[in-house]
């Protein structure tokens, strides 16, 4: 598995777990979207397209990524 995507109205996620550092930038900026103790771990409905933007900006690998529809 080499991405896996999320989509909401207005994002699509990607998040390539083979890049992930675990360093959890996205699970302390936004707990009710990325929970690792979740499936799926990241539920994009349970946060703003603004909040997920910004966590997503942090995510020092690159393995989360979005584009805006
Ligand atoms: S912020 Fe990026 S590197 Fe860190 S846990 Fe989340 S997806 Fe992985």
């Not at 690792?36 to 994009?44: A, L, T």
């Not at 349970?46 to 995510?59: A, Y």
Request: hydrophobic share 30%; with cysteine; charged share 30%.
């Amino acid at each position: 598995m080499s991405e896996k995507i999320y989509e909401t109205d207005e994002l699509r996620i990607s998040w390539k777990p083979k890049l992930c550092q675990h360093a959890a930038e996205c699970v302390k900026g936004a707990p009710a979207v990325f929970d690792v103790g979740r499936k799926p771990w990241i539920q994009p409905e349970n946060g703003t397209t603004d909040l997920i933007t910004k966590v997503i900006d942090k995510c020092p690998s690159g393995a989360l990524s979005y584009t805006r529809k």
